[in-house]
């Protein structure tokens, strides 16, 4: 089953999806509207976000593409809700920079509370999973918590969506083919068995460290072929058997309006 | 995570904004890996399962291998509590989006280097308490001119002057907002004394400003 935020009709609703597209509420009412329709605004899937991290350079591939030695534990950063927004929504480029570029990947959604969770039962805290685009602005790194919150913590640079697939429907999250399109055109084409770090580990790893709790996210990691994206842009990040993710870039200035 | 915390949904830390730490390290930050000085404000978030309140009790942290870690730090900042949501707001009026000023306890493992986000320094459960309570902005004139000491057992071991701050309240909160939007109850620490000081199990520490109030905690593990 998969599950979705959307607003459809002026609602706000959970849904859950069935395997024929059937899309149905929290009271068990059938919506009459397909999957794809432009009718549905997607939001964000996680209804209460909580700590969302993220893992840096967790391909080989795209650690040598980025000229860094493979890291020997994860580099993990955290990002707030501020970042997330839906399927077929936008995430702006600010002005005046040279390089931004999307991330695809595969995010665990945390579902019970766990500390010191050990790697063989990881998998019983994991929900499901989704697709996250962690965009990253290149111009603004520094070597301080790097990468810095400037990078990687502004408004609208998650889209993340636009549903959750159960755990028990993704019987190896560690074979899926991960692919994004600019424009239709194919830029990344890898796969989740390249991850250093797969998600039983890093949920070992941080639940060493701290409490993971319902709601909390895990984004692993992009492999090999990041490209720059320009307002009109529009990136497809898809991952197989979990969901493609559709956002359109836009200026700094069309993203803020009135605020610019 | 404290289900009483006065944070709401984010609680954001300004590391390195203590001029004399910053001079200090000024040759370190001309070396490898950091090549030159921060030239923005360096943030940092303490997650949900770090906030926690008045009077609780701070754990003393475990390494990977499930033993007591031998040293635990803490440092004290002011607490801006925005009030509005804030987006892109000059510095000139930055201030008028805050709702209210607090206290923020940062316990972590010492700072050995800012490279990498310090995840395993700086999340550890219950290790951000804020409080005791939000003291209204309208009673606090100019919150650069605020002093934070930390005692630890009764005896002051660190002083800090706001005015020693490398960015202000209000640029800070200037530039915060230019990277992401601030909503209502999130809280901003927007400096600490450069010299974290070590704390150890059982202590009880006091983190005060005058004016603001006084937030008690003690570490666990005695």
């Known amino acids: ?260 | 995570m404290t289900a009483n915390s006065l944070v709401h949904s984010k609680l954001v830390c300004v590391a390195l904004n203590d001029k004399a730490q910053l001079a200090a390290l000024d040759a370190t930050f001309h070396q490898d890996p950091y090549k030159k000085p921060p030239t923005q404000p360096v943030l940092y978030y303490k997650p949900r399962n770090t906030w926690s309140q008045e009077g609780a009790e701070v754990e003393w942290a475990r390494d990977f291998d499930g033993n007591p870690v031998a040293a635990m730090v803490v440092g004290a900042s002011l607490g801006v509590v925005i009030g509005k949501t804030t987006c892109r707001v000059s510095p000139q009026e930055a201030l008028s989006h805050v709702g209210g000023y607090t206290v923020v306890a940062d316990y972590s493992l010492p700072e050995q280097n800012y490279y990498r986000p310090d995840i395993k320094g700086k999340c550890l459960d219950t290790s951000a308490p804020v409080g005791p309570k939000i003291i209204p902005a309208a009673e606090i004139a100019n919150p650069d001119a605020l002093s934070i000491s930390i005692t630890v057992n009764g005896s002051v071991k660190s002083v800090f002057k706001l005015s020693q701050m490398q960015r202000s309240v209000a640029e800070l909160i200037s530039i915060i907002s230019s990277i992401m939007t601030l909503q209502p109850g999130e809280v901003i620490a927007v400096g600490f004394a450069g010299n974290r000081v070590p704390v150890a199990k059982g202590d009880k520490v006091a983190a005060s400003i005058e004016g603001i109030g006084t937030l008690t905690n003690t570490l666990g593990g005695a």
């Open chain 1, 1 to 260: 089953m998969r599950h979705a935020r959307i607003i459809f009709e002026g609602r706000e609703l959970d849904v859950d999806i069935d395997a024929q597209d059937r899309i149905t509420t929290q009271n068990g009412e059938q919506l009459d509207v397909a999957l794809d329709s432009d009718l549905i605004t997607w939001l964000p899937p996680v209804k209460e976000p909580g700590t969302i991290f993220a893992l840096g350079i967790n391909y080989a591939d795209h650690a040598t593409e980025l000229a860094f030695e493979p890291p020997k534990e994860p580099l993990v950063f955290i990002k707030h809700a501020n970042t997330l927004t839906g399927h077929k929504q936008v995430s702006y480029r600010p002005d005046g920079i040279e390089y931004q570029h999307y991330e695809c990947e595969l995010v665990a959604v945390i579902g019970k509370t766990g500390k010191n969770i050990k790697r063989e039962n990881a998998l019983d805290y994991v929900a499901g999973y989704t697709v996250c685009n962690d965009f990253a602005i290149r111009d603004y790194l520094e070597n301080y918590y790097r990468p810095n919150l400037r990078v990687k913590s502004r408004d609208s640079l998650l889209p993340m969506g636009p549903w959750i697939v159960d755990t028990a429907d993704i019987p190896d999250a560690n074979a899926l083919k991960l692919t994004t399109t600019v424009n239709g055109k194919l830029t990344q084409d890898g796969n989740t068995k390249d991850m250093i770090f797969d998600v039983p580990y890093v949920i070992e790893y941080l639940s060493k460290i701290m409490t993971l709790n319902p709601g909390d996210m895990i984004c692993t990691g992009t492999p090999h072929g990041i490209v720059d994206c320009q307002p009109g842009d529009t990136i497809v990040c898809s991952i197989e058997n979990v969901c493609s993710l559709e956002t359109r870039m836009v200026s700094e200035q069309e993203y803020y309006g009135d605020k610019y």
